[in-house]
């Protein structure tokens, strides 16, 4: 089976039991809309690319996080504002995704819905990040960031109260917040397919 259909079939069943949303169960107030593009490359050990956000950033600075942002306006859906954020941010060319579908939403505590959408892309693009908004980018193998060995624990104090949430370290890079959260829904709708 191909990636593509492979992860096209997992994003299509039932959310399994013990996924996380975050605060989507919390009233918190207005909730803001955002989406994001997890872009797995079409290799034979596929990656998924990440972006590392500038440090002189207002929201998230300096961390790991997927190319996404905020729904516009004119933006008809979430796979829309994800390929059109990707664009912006790292110059994929929306029509060299191949969409794979939607993946579980999760709120953050800055309260914002994110919905991820899973696309496969070609193996060797030719990104072009603007330095407004990306500091760096890189690729993680897909097995390691989805092995549940990989995903550690962490305890924090977050908006006074203590919340757990999930850390991944791949080569020096630490991807956690949402952005793990949302790789350990997508690790366990896969695991369940």
Partial sequence: MSLVARLTAALALAAPPGLSSGDLDDDIGDTREAAVLIAVTDRPHPGVLFIVRPEEMRMHPGQVAFPGGKVDDDDRDPAHTALREAWEELGIEPASVALCGLADAYRTI?????TPVVGVVPPDLSLRPDPAEVADWFEA????????????QRVAQINGRAGGYIQINWQGRRIWGATAAMLVNLSRRLHEA
Avoid: C, G, K
Wanted: no cysteine.
């Fill in 141 to 152: 193998p897909l097995d390691y960031i989805l092995d549940p060995a990989n995903h550690d």
């Fill in 110 to 114: 800055t309260n914002y819905r994110v």
